[in-house]
């Protein structure tokens, strides 16, 4: 399998081409990006680095090289800046979103689009309808929210963090929803309490505004890279890895017109099924609120 990723010169989409690189999940990673000396500049060393782990191919690439490409990856976007939300990046990154997708529409209509570029729930449905590709092709990068879930829980409970099995839907934002009566500690369910519940909503919350107050400029590079590698390595290896993705939904939880973050079963065309979990009635006002939010977004693009 081959993998193209645009925005392949900036730290989330560098970093992630040679994490999935390492793994030699791939025959090829394409770097394509505005900065060619970065480019060649990244596959230079890359090629060097990755020797003693992977015979997978690190390039510099342009976009007519995307024609054989099994995964387009999307990390590029307007300059990281100081934001109260990620929906603020939805002007900023229209643009960059329009003229991405007309290169995908020119030189590939096969390959599987993962959506990395923020706001990601209204980006991964504009593209679904832009490109008028089947919604199994169409990913939604949420899997952080699930991650920082599960770190949230292991902090706030005391617990070891690889046994705890957790998942966020909803939104890629404010609006996630963490599925707290799902949790599983070493396979087995448990109990997580009301006051519990309110401080893992808080820690998710507060964690954004905390590096957001750091006006670093960069976004969570390395954390959104292996997380992003986790589900390229779901994808070439046809594994059915069940991680939390935005997709175009249909129906499913009786919500359509726009793409939400779901537990999804990951493999080689893409998502193989969506899982629909029961949701409180107060868990269901949540998401209906969040739905509209996004829906508006949506249309005001």
Same mark, same amino acid.
């Given at each position: 399998?081959?993998?193209?990723?645009?925005?392949?010169?900036?730290?989330?989409?560098?970093?992630?081409?040679?994490?999935?690189?390492?793994?030699?999940?791939? !025959?090829?990673?394409?770097?394509?990006?505005?900065?060619?000396? /970065?480019? @060649?500049?990244?596959?230079?060393?890359?090629?060097?680095?990755? @020797?003693?782990?992977?015979?997978?191919?690190?390039? =510099?690439?342009?976009?007519?090289?995307?024609?054989?490409?099994?995964? /387009?990856?999307?990390?590029?976007?307007?300059?990281?800046?100081?934001?109260? *939300?990620?929906?603020?990046?939805?002007?900023?990154? /229209?643009?960059?979103?329009?003229?991405?997708?007309?290169?995908?529409?020119?030189?590939?209509?096969?390959?599987?689009?993962?959506?990395?570029?923020?706001?990601?729930?209204?980006?991964?449905?504009?593209?679904?309808?832009?490109?008028?590709?089947?919604?199994?092709?169409?990913?939604?990068?949420?899997?952080? !929210? *699930?991650?920082?879930?599960? %770190? =949230?829980?292991?902090?706030?409970?005391?617990?070891?963090?690889?046994?705890?099995?957790?998942?966020? $839907?909803?939104?890629?934002?404010?609006?996630?929803?963490?599925?707290?009566?799902?949790?599983?500690?070493?396979?087995? $369910?448990?109990?997580?309490? !009301?006051?519990?519940? *309110?401080?893992?909503?808080?820690?998710?919350?507060? %964690?954004?505004?905390?590096?957001?107050? @750091?006006? =670093?400029?960069?976004?969570?590079? %390395?954390?959104?890279?292996?997380?992003?590698? !986790?589900?390229?390595?779901? $994808? =070439?290896?046809?594994?059915?890895?069940?991680?939390?993705?935005?997709?175009?939904?249909?129906?499913?939880?009786?919500?359509?017109? @726009?793409?939400?973050?779901?537990?999804? *079963?990951?493999?080689?065309?893409? $998502?193989?099924?969506?899982?629909?979990?029961?949701?409180?009635?107060?868990?269901?006002?949540?998401?209906?609120d969040t739905v509209n939010k996004i829906k508006i977004q949506i249309e005001s693009i």
């Amino acid at each position: 399998m081959k993998l193209a990723i645009i925005g392949g010169g900036g730290l989330l989409g560098s970093t992630t081409g040679f994490l999935s690189a390492q793994k030699g999940i791939f !025959d090829e990673v394409k770097l394509l990006g505005r900065r060619s000396n /970065i480019l @060649l500049h990244h596959a230079m060393d890359m090629e060097h680095a990755l @020797l003693p782990f992977s015979k997978t191919k690190v390039i =510099a690439a342009d976009y007519d090289s995307l024609e054989d490409c099994d995964i /387009i990856l999307m990390t590029a976007s307007a300059p990281e800046r100081e934001v109260v *939300s990620r929906d603020e990046y939805l002007k900023d990154n /229209i643009k960059v979103v329009d003229e991405i997708a007309e290169k995908i529409n020119k030189y590939n209509k096969h390959a599987i689009i993962i959506t990395a570029t923020n706001p990601i729930d209204v980006f991964n449905y504009y593209l679904h309808k832009k490109l008028n590709r089947e919604r199994t092709k169409m990913i939604g990068f949420a899997s952080n !929210d *699930s991650l920082r879930l599960r %770190w =949230a829980l292991s902090r706030e409970l005391n617990l070891d963090f690889e046994k705890i099995n957790a998942f966020c $839907i909803g939104e890629h934002g404010e609006g996630q929803l963490p599925l707290l009566n799902y949790v599983k500690y070493d396979g087995n $369910i448990i109990e997580v309490n !009301d006051y519990i519940k *309110s401080n893992m909503k808080k820690m998710l919350i507060d %964690w954004f505004k905390e590096i957001q107050g @750091l006006n =670093a400029k960069r976004t969570s590079g %390395w954390t959104s890279a292996v997380m992003l590698t !986790d589900i390229l390595e779901a $994808i =070439a290896t046809d594994s059915g890895k069940v991680i939390e993705c935005s997709v175009p939904l249909y129906g499913e939880l009786g919500y359509t017109g @726009l793409s939400l973050g779901m537990m999804v *079963s990951l493999g080689r065309e893409g $998502i193989k099924e969506i899982i629909e979990p029961r949701l409180t009635a107060y868990e269901k006002e949540q998401l209906d609120d969040t739905v509209n939010k996004i829906k508006i977004q949506i249309e005001s693009i």
